[in-house]
């Protein structure tokens, strides 16, 4: 703690459920493995039948898979075979024109002055393969076989250096050796980031060249069978590591932990602690980018197992300042430190935080809306007035059996005149109750009820929500209906005439 402190300043401190001490990976178990640590696959083909034949029409490609030692072998035997194939063909050149028989004959013109025996043909193949030319072996001109020998000994050496020189330097060029110089840590990590549950892992690159263009991606391997009762083996999903964001294009210039968000699209949404040390899975890692130095893609693999996830740990910080520059502290790149993590899924966290959250309120969008469902207490008992005189009217001429003309008409202006004042700042559903001709009292009030009815659940539902600027006239007490008669909360005038009737 100490030492970090120093580096890191005080105000570091490292978050621990224990003693402090660093934690210690417990003992694996061997399990096996569809991508080693190493990034090689473990995949083997079978029973091709038939489809061997093309692995041979794209013999460089197989010459260039092939390990070292099979390479090494090849190109040697090549060479060995095709240098005795054309010294032999030399030497049956010598022995058919019978310069074997004169080799110490200075009288004697040979094809190839100097060969007679198959040793000395070899060492002339070899010369003149090698372009050395030592000057004691020449074809002499009096061997037009030898010449077109020699022709096809050139055309078929040059095919062969293009052939093995060029498979050779393609396998020693080969970006793999450049993924030794990229890490990944030994385990991966699940706890909080910005408050949300992720799965993190680190990378880093031991080289000071970079990586140009680095990519990650994650895929998750784990089997699983189909709601139509499909068994999909080492079926592969895609884990986000920030392919919207842009968090997957890395500047691999220092170590760098990689996080994948748990949200209700991970496949470890439902994944918690002790679900954990029963699930089968595998994590593969790739990691790809152009080599700085050669131009070439490079592409470096790992995977995680579900024995190499740790539950409540973070990766200890590896970078330092010192005077003038930054220092990366290698020694501890795998290490981690246990910190306080809910030991449940996020899945059991949402369900949770759902089931103790109050009603949502609801809210008004604007003044528009506000001043459509809270209008005032007065006006509706305009409007219930009118309907109790009205009928009050008819029982009248209905005993009296006849009424003024003159009188009528002064009641009809005056009607008109009060509906027109009395029902401008109405909403649009009273004001067309009040503007029907011809309507009887009964559909009226039948109306004017359910509209009370509506009217008082919208003022309920709106009067915890008065705005500051909003005036307090427009926030009358609402009207309660239920539990008893209307007339019981009518205006006395209006009970008193409903009493008389």
Sequence with gaps: MSALRRKFGE???????????????????????????????????????????????????????????????????????????????????????????????QTYTPCVANVYNFPSAFLFFIETEATIGYGSRYITEKCPEGIILFLFQSLLGSIVDAFLIGCMFIKMSQPKKRAETLMFSQDAVISQRDGKLCLMFRVGNLRNSHMVSAQIRCKLIKSRQTPEGEFLPLDQCELDVGFGTGADQLFLVSPLTICHEINPKSPFFDLSQRSLMSEQFEIVVILEGIVETTGMTCQARTSYTEDEVLWGHRFLPVMSLEE???????????????????????????????????????????????????????????????????????????????????????????????????????????????????????????????????????????????????????????????????????????RKMNADR
């Design 11 to 105: 105000d570091y401190q490292v978050v621990n459920t224990n003693t402090g001490a660093m934690y210690s990976a417990p003992a694996k178990k061997k399990r096996q493995r569809f991508v080693e640590k190493n990034g090689r696959c473990n995949v083997q083909h079978g029973n091709l039948g038939g489809e061997t034949s093309r692995y041979i029409s794209d013999l460089f490609t197989t010459l260039v898979d092939l390990k070292w030692r099979w390479n090494l072998l090849i190109f040697i035997l090549t060479y060995t075979i095709a240098w005795l194939v054309m010294a032999s063909m030399w030497w049956v050149i010598a022995y058919i024109r019978g310069d074997l028989n004169h080799g110490h004959d």
């Design 324 to 494: 003038g520059f930054f220092r990366v502290d290698y020694s501890q790149f795998h290490s981690t430190f246990e910190v306080p993590t809910p030991s449940y899924s996020v899945k059991e966290t949402e369900e949770k935080a759902s089931l103790h959250s109050p009603a949502p309120t609801p809210t008004l969008s604007d003044g528009r809306v506000q001043r459509e469902r809270v209008f005032s207490l007065d006006c509706i008992n305009t409007i219930e007035e009118r309907v109790r005189a009205g009928r009050s009217k008819k029982l009248h001429r209905l005993s009296s059996g006849k009424e003024d003309p003159q009188r009528q008409a002064h009641g009809t202006s005056s009607h008109q005149s009060e509906k027109a004042c009395s029902t401008g700042d109405l909403p649009l559903q009273l004001q067309r109750i009040c503007s029907v001709p011809g309507q009887g009292e009964a559909e009226q009030q039948q109306q004017l009820k359910a509209f009370s009815i509506h009217s008082r659940s919208t003022t309920q539902s709106t009067g915890d929500l008065q705005q500051p600027g909003l005036p307090a006239v427009l926030l009358p007490t609402p009207v309660t209906l239920a539990g008893g008669r209307t007339e019981d909360n009518l205006p006395a005038k209006l």
